[in-house]
């Protein structure tokens, strides 16, 4: 029988604020896509459209069972999207030459984004079996590191370096929140660190431009450098009110490469300036804080590391994505959540968050 408290709990506000999110989102994306609106950028706006009206639907279906029901499925879910990333290298599409995308009737989906929920279901699980354990030692986590590494690795291969640094955050960030030895940590620092100059000659030529780009930004202003350059220049003529919406000259003449997907920040801050940017920024705060909020109240372990693991989804790719629209870190090709274009990353952030709201709705019935 349907629990009616489940209707009185429902979480409005994390709806409120993700319907903002999505309006915004829009309207910012056709400004993005008007320029090019004859070359097929109509299209681009029309289908994100769609995507919302997809990915609200699937976060409703997200919150109509018990989430509790996901720790008997962490591994089957798991097991499915490493063998969609699998998959991927074998009847993938090629796109600027990254293998990312797997066709299904008419529709490119992106495995990755998959992999980053499967992640944290499964460290989820991990932590929840363990039980309230004081601090873990490295040889504790073994599973979880091998559960991170195998989905980061083949990431890496498509090659894909800002999901798979995504990823690796997430999860590092989930263990941080499950608490680890200070020594431990500490020796993961060091690890990282020892292990850079192997990481570094793994990395496409590109790849190795891009960040040489970061630390010398005049090196290859034509070439390497070119993104960040625009994007900079949009992001600052914007000033303190912006030009105007649909007055952004370097949106308009071109000159912002990639502004519908990864540099739609760039596209905002030129047109709305400093006030529309923070008013955004303030709305992903307020989003987080919610979510923060809602493990908190979570009444069980399992649905706590669940919303803290897709809080970490959302911050880190607003820290990555805004800090390489300003120059603060090299262009590692990551969308803005809920902001950018893009079918994959709307649904599978707007399933994220169904759960969020899931497990809000459903805090009452432990108590």
Request: net charge positive; hydrophobic share 55%.
């Amino acid at each position: 029988m349907f629990d009616r408290r489940l209707l009185q709990n429902f979480d409005w506000i994390l709806l409120l604020i993700l319907a903002i999110l999505a309006v915004i989102s829009v309207l910012n994306l056709y400004s993005a896509t008007y320029p090019i609106r004859e070359s097929g950028g109509s299209q681009i706006f029309l289908k994100q459209i769609y995507w919302f009206i997809i990915g609200f639907a699937v976060l409703l279906v997200m919150t109509t069972f018990d989430y509790h029901l996901l720790e008997r499925l962490a591994y089957p879910v798991y097991l499915v999207s490493i063998g969609l990333l699998i998959l991927v290298f074998v009847v993938g599409d090629i796109r600027s030459g990254s293998q990312r995308w797997i066709s299904l009737g008419g529709l490119a989906v992106q495995p990755s984004e998959l992999a980053k929920l499967s992640m944290v279901l499964i460290l989820a699980k991990f932590f929840n079996e363990q039980g309230q354990v004081y601090e873990y030692r490295l040889r504790d986590l073994w599973r979880p590191f091998l559960y991170m590494a195998v989905p980061a690795v083949l990431i890496l291969k498509e090659p894909d370096l800002g999901t798979a640094l995504v990823l690796v955050t997430v999860s590092f960030s989930m263990i941080l929140f499950a608490k680890i030895k200070w020594r431990s940590f500490l020796i993961l620092i060091l690890s990282g660190i020892i292990a850079a100059p192997f990481i570094w000659i793994n990395l496409k030529d590109y790849q190795q431009k891009r960040i040489l780009t970061f630390l010398r930004p005049d090196m290859d202003p034509l070439g390497a450098g070119y993104h960040i350059n625009q994007s900079k220049i949009a992001i600052g003529s914007g000033l303190f009110w912006g030009k105007g919406y649909l007055k952004g000259t370097q949106t308009r003449l071109h000159f912002l490469p990639e502004q519908h997907t990864d540099f739609a920040f760039s596209v905002l801050a030129e047109e709305w300036g400093f006030v529309g940017s923070v008013i955004l920024l303030l709305l992903y705060f307020l989003l987080m804080l919610w979510g923060i909020n809602i493990a908190k109240n979570s009444k069980d372990r399992f649905g706590t590391m669940i919303a803290l693991g897709i809080v970490a989804i959302i911050f880190w790719q607003l820290v990555i994505n805004v800090s390489m629209t300003t120059g603060l870190l090299p262009v590692v090709g990551i969308p803005l959540v809920m902001f950018s274009y893009g079918g994959s990353s709307t649904v599978s952030t707007m399933a994220g968050l169904g759960l969020l709201m899931n497990i809000s709705m459903r805090r009452f019935m432990f108590q």
